[in-house]
């Protein structure tokens, strides 16, 4: 070891210098989304305008909160971390993800609803609608004939009506007496 002078020291507890450094800690100084080329998730809430208070932030990897649009949810929280001894950045961050349904759609009078897949019911997923014997579909739009789950919501109107004659189907051969 040698002391501040350049001389040798190899006395045990003997200090050789000692300074005093004015350390910045890292930190986030732009919040999420405007750095150059780095872009916001889709289905930010606002545009991602709420974010301005995440700057400037210490790089100590707190979290940060990813609002989404109605029917959709974070994937996770920004995060920001230190990348050197003296800057930090938002890293991985995360998404705006479709809302699932959270069961399967409702019954349809005088149908079978039969869905993709019965334990789970994902964004997009379909359940078709048959109808029982006696009935018929309301219209021939798909949405009169499925079930479909759109951001955490079903939509459709499937309906199952009554096949219900108005007037007596006509007899070959047969006449009318008494005309």
Not at 89 to 108: H, I, K, M, R, Y
């Amino acid at each position: 070891c040698v002391d501040g002078e350049g001389a040798p020291r190899s006395n045990q507890w003997y200090t050789l210098t000692s300074a005093q450094e004015d350390c910045t800690c890292p930190s986030c100084t732009d919040p999420p989304g405007s750095g150059l080329g780095v872009t916001l998730p889709a289905f930010v809430l606002d545009g991602g305008a709420y974010m301005e208070s995440y700057a400037p932030v210490a790089g100590a990897g707190e979290e940060y909160p990813l609002r989404c649009e109605t029917g959709y949810t974070p994937s996770g929280d920004f995060q920001c971390s230190a990348v050197t001894l003296h800057r930090a950045e938002f890293q991985d961050f995360p998404t705006c993800l479709p809302n699932n349904c959270t069961g399967p759609p409702p019954a349809v009078p005088n149908g079978v609803v039969k869905c993709q897949d019965s334990t789970q019911w994902l964004n997009g997923h379909v359940c078709a609608v048959t109808c029982d014997a006696s009935h018929f579909h309301s219209g021939l739009a798909e949405a009169d004939r499925e079930w479909r789950c759109v951001l955490g919501e079903y939509q459709g109107k499937p309906a199952c009506v009554s096949r219900v004659c108005t007037e007596e189907p006509p007899v070959r051969g047969a006449g009318v007496e008494g005309a």
